[in-house]
């Protein structure tokens, strides 16, 4: 089973910076199978990035996603108040999937 | 209007059976897998497994394999999570999502709005 590691832990940065998130996995992943989500506190997670830089419909493109093999990195280019938030990585390969243990992007 | 509509909250006790339920509406059922995806209190998303409605292949995680089983009913277009057997580490939200599995990704693209799970005694 791959196991995808996300860091910071926490990112603590202000409205209208730039935040890099980071995902790696324990081996490496066919960059298809690597996507993004949001979860905002009492919500469902959203789709953000799928294909590992595909933006999903209506995401904004503020919201980039690059990456291969085994390092991947999300990418918010002007922080706005809604993107504070946790996002996960998440995998699927060899018939299972995994999702990274989650970043909490945090205002400061 | 891609929507799944998921059980409500359910309270039970340690060693009861349980089957919670997804319903999709708005798309071809049997095109898509579901899959489910736990939460703990305060932790994050666990992927749990996955099944295609149209001939009812599943995948498991190894970590819930043998723990959980997913079915679905493409006659009414549901997907169902079940327990025979509840333990408390078994509380949480579980949510479904519809599972895209095509050459430009494999990805959840439409979730449920969970189902909360607390198992007491």
């Known amino acids: 089973e791959i196991v995808l590691t996300q860091s910071p832990g926490t990112l603590s940065l202000s409205p209208g910076e730039r935040a890099t998130l980071s995902c790696r996995a324990s081996q490496s992943v066919s960059s298809s199978y690597l996507a993004w989500y949001q979860q905002k506190p009492g919500q469902a997670p959203r789709l953000l990035i799928y294909g590992a830089s595909s933006r999903a419909t209506g995401i904004p493109d503020r919201f980039s996603g690059s990456g291969s093999g085994t390092d991947f990195t999300l990418t918010i280019s002007r922080l706005e108040p809604e993107d504070f938030a946790v996002y996960y990585c998440q995998q699927y390969g060899s018939s299972t999937g995994t999702f990274g243990q989650g970043t909490k992007l945090e205002i400061k | 209007e891609v929507q799944l509509v998921q059980s409500g909250a359910e309270v039970k006790k340690p060693g009861e059976s349980l089957k919670i339920s997804c319903k999709g509406s708005g798309y071809s059922f049997t095109s898509y897998w579901i899959g489910w995806v736990r939460q703990m209190p305060g932790k994050g998303l666990e992927w749990m497994g996955i099944i295609y409605p149209g001939d009812s292949d599943t995948r498991y995680s190894p970590s819930f394999q043998g723990q959980v089983t997913i079915s679905a009913d493409k006659s009414i277009s549901t997907a169902y999570l079940q327990w025979s057997s509840l333990k408390a580490s078994d509380t949480a939200m579980y949510y479904c999502?519809?599972?895209?599995?095509?050459?430009?990704?494999?990805?959840?693209?439409?979730w449920g709005q969970g189902t909360l799970v607390t198992v007491s005694s």
């Open positions: 999502a519809r599972h895209v599995a095509v050459t430009t990704g494999y990805y959840f693209d439409y």
